[in-house]
């Protein structure tokens, strides 16, 4: 039977939080939306509560202590609480749309062994517009269908650089998440990304819906996405490392985590021509030895 727990991450999100949760409950294959209250300084725990006494699918939890210990900590606690075999995220200030589950039921019922469904989603300052779309599409959707094996399909994925989906818009099976390590606790920015390479790895991913967006991201300045940077997307790629093991590295991803370290390590330049040499000159340097610069990328900095 096709139902799901979402788990949604609450920090200072008060003002979102009752559009957040309504767009969820009100969707028939949706039995429980779990709060996890990450510590907020605003009227967040309040919230969550006053939704809880109003609304049977919504449990609300804390970190021990009350304290706040990050989104990644927050969807671990939400994913040991869950009680549905089927799990998908929320971000507090955004909202799912009537269509959220449709595909993915149909996916997960006609095709038992795969281990997670995704779809596209779309801004909110870009709704109706069909060219403004986030990650899978038509083109998109072609390069990977049919379905792959694991491998196969990370390795398309990573070559072509595809998004195909954020954290709002994919849906796993619970079991298949129990396997491995979850969101990593050291990562407060981009530990959605780490997770989902990590199991790209290792599951079976298909499409949705990648005609029809299933969720509305926010963007505005007290949100994650405006605070992502250069050393954030680093540090994630070092935890990925340390994650993952050097030796245990595909050839495909070696080379394209070369490319990427060197390219985020160039925007410390604001000159466009700088950023070039920078990366040109080290990326011939290092060119017959990429396992060596990323086992020192890895060791160069603090990542616990």
Not at 268 to 281: A, D, G, I, L, T
Request: glycine letters at 4%; hydrophobic letters at 40%; a positive charge.
């Amino acid at each position: 039977m096709f139902v799901v727990s979402v788990i949604i991450p609450v920090f200072n999100a008060s003002e979102f939080l009752f559009n957040s949760v309504t767009s969820a409950i009100e969707l028939k294959e949706v039995i429980e939306v779990i709060l996890v209250e990450d510590g907020s300084t605003d009227n967040s725990l309040n919230v969550c509560l006053e939704l809880e006494k109003t609304f049977d699918k919504v449990k609300v939890f804390s970190h021990e202590g009350g304290l706040n210990k990050g989104p990644s900590a927050s969807r671990n606690l939400g994913i040991k609480k869950s009680t549905a075999p089927f799990v998908s995220f929320l971000d507090a200030d955004d909202w799912y749309l009537p269509n959220r589950f449709l595909m993915d039921k149909k996916r997960f019922t006609e095709l038992e062994n795969i281990d997670a469904v995704y779809s596209c989603s779309i801004m909110d300052k870009y709704q109706g517009l069909r060219n403004k779309l986030y990650g899978v599409n038509s083109i998109k959707y072609s390069n990977l269908n049919p379905i792959l094996m694991p491998i196969k399909f990370f390795e398309k994925v990573v070559r072509n650089k595809l998004v195909l989906f954020d954290t709002n818009s994919i849906t796993f099976k619970k079991s298949f998440l129990q396997k491995f390590k979850l969101f990593d606790e050291r990562l407060f920015l981009h530990q959605d990304i780490e997770l989902w390479f990590r199991l790209m790895r290792k599951g079976t991913f298909v499409a949705g819906d990648w005609e029809n967006p299933v969720s509305v991201y926010r963007r505005h300045p007290g949100n994650r996405i405006t605070s992502k940077s250069r050393l954030s997307n680093l540090k994630m790629i070092q935890v990925y490392l340390d994650n993952l093991g050097i030796d245990n590295l595909l050839r495909f991803e070696i080379d394209d985590l070369y490319s990427r370290i060197l390219r985020k390590k160039s925007q410390k330049f604001s000159n466009s021509m700088k950023r070039r040499v920078f990366f040109y000159f080290y990326y011939y340097i290092g060119f017959f030895n990429k396992k060596s610069v990323l086992e020192k990328f890895k060791s160069s900095y603090d990542i616990d």
